[in-house]
């Protein structure tokens, strides 16, 4: 690997080998790069802070610890140089208005099902919970009445006690396949055999709840929080890129702006 510097300062092997943890990566090369980069941009940061004469006291978490002498100058000159505008009451609005499905309730669902347990790397046995569960399934299209007494007798999960009941259920309650199966039926529908790594599910919805849309006073503060933050992260992008743009750097390619009118 080439020696990288940034503005005449060299970025040591050693630093970017001990950085290299804390970026997972799907090969060495890329791990290296990504912490290299990591580091490049913190030296350009403390030479900016130095540059300016930033001051700033450095802080104590709720558990003690005191950040690096570093780290607060970086703090502080992020919060000196970076600026980020509260979005006034028209934008928080607009937002809402624009995005009305963000801010919906999911929907809930009560539901029964009938668990024919089996696991998926048993080839032999998730063969059979198929064919049962499609055996079940014939008898269930001519007699949907007895679904809740097949699953007392056939059942292989808990609910079986209660009829294969799972009472009301939301989004990530379930398996994602269950989950799928159970958006496309329609009240009273029971499903063809659902495969899941527990085994093969027939289910039947008794009910859906559809979700409903919050109110702007109940989702104003989120906004403003998810506005400031992507506003945060442009502006701290526009002013790396800004401070990349003005530096010499070698060792490494980095995009960078020499102007300060990044978009």
Request: aromatic residues 4%; hydrophobic residues 40%.
């Amino acid at each position: 690997m080439p020696t990288v510097t940034v503005n005449g300062v060299t970025i040591s092997r050693k630093a970017i080998a001990a950085e290299v943890q804390n970026f997972p990566a799907r090969n060495p090369g890329e791990g290296w790069r990504a912490a290299t980069r990591a580091l490049v941009i913190r030296e350009l940061l403390l030479q900016e802070a130095q540059r300016l004469d930033v001051h700033v006291e450095q802080k104590t978490d709720e558990d003690g610890r005191r950040e690096t002498e570093e780290d607060a100058l970086v703090r502080g000159l992020i919060e000196r140089e970076v600026r980020v505008p509260e979005a006034d009451e028209e934008t928080l609005r607009r937002f809402y208005e624009n995005n009305l499905r963000r801010f919906v309730t999911p929907s809930l669902y009560e539901a029964d099902h009938i668990l024919i347990g089996a696991r998926h790397d048993d080839g032999e046995a998730f063969a059979a919970a198929r064919e049962k569960a499609s055996s079940l399934r014939a008898i269930l299209a001519t007699a949907p009445e007895r679904f809740a007494a097949m699953a007392r007798d056939c059942s292989d999960c808990p609910s079986a006690s209660v009829g294969g009941s799972l009472g009301q259920i939301g989004p990530g309650d379930t398996t994602s396949e269950f989950e799928a199966a159970l958006i496309d039926l329609a009240s009273g529908d029971i499903s063809a055999p659902v495969e899941t790594r527990y085994g093969v599910h027939l289910i039947r919805l008794t009910r859906r709840i559809d979700g409903r849309q919050l109110p702007f006073k109940a989702v104003r503060e989120r906004i403003a929080s998810y506005l400031v933050e992507h506003v945060q992260r442009q502006a701290m992008a526009q002013y790396l890129s800004l401070l990349i743009g003005q530096a010499e750097i070698t060792g490494i390619a980095i995009d960078g702006s020499s102007s300060p009118l990044v978009q």
